[in-house]
């Protein structure tokens, strides 16, 4: 198993890694909008934060050798379902495979975040 991780994503707020690639799939841990850079939230609106979300998502893809377009599986956390529609706009323009998902909402996301997104992926041949 190889931990993945990158700078050009937030680090992990916890005990866990930004992803991990075994048996030749990235499986990602949940990315909330946090810019990088910062540290801090990014955007207030479901897309403006969905946008940072798929940014950060794609550079740890990128770190696994894999991209959107290899995605087989996401999990996306609203924290209100009154977002799905914007959030949908938003999550189109990424993965055009339209793989297979799971879009639920949940009573609270970490740091108080509009959304958060996971995704299992082909990893990099």
Do not use: H, W
């Not at 940014?55 to 050798?65: C, F, I, T």
Request: overall charge neutral; glycine content about 6%.
């Amino acid at each position: 198993m190889k931990k993945i991780d990158t700078k050009e994503a937030p680090a992990a707020i916890g005990p866990y890694s930004q992803a991990v690639v075994i048996n030749g799939m990235v499986y990602t841990s949940g990315q909330i909008p946090i810019d990088p850079q910062t540290g801090t939230i990014k955007g207030t609106t479901i897309t403006e934060q969905a946008e940072q979300v798929m940014k950060n998502l794609k550079a740890v893809l990128e770190a696994a050798g894999s991209d959107f377009t290899k995605a087989v599986k996401t999990l996306c956390f609203l924290k209100t379902m009154d977002d799905f529609n914007a959030f949908n706009e938003v999550y189109a323009k990424y993965f055009t495979g339209k793989p297979a998902r799971s879009c639920i909402a949940a009573a609270q996301l970490p740091k108080n975040v509009l959304v958060e997104v996971e995704v299992v992926a082909k990893a990099g041949e």
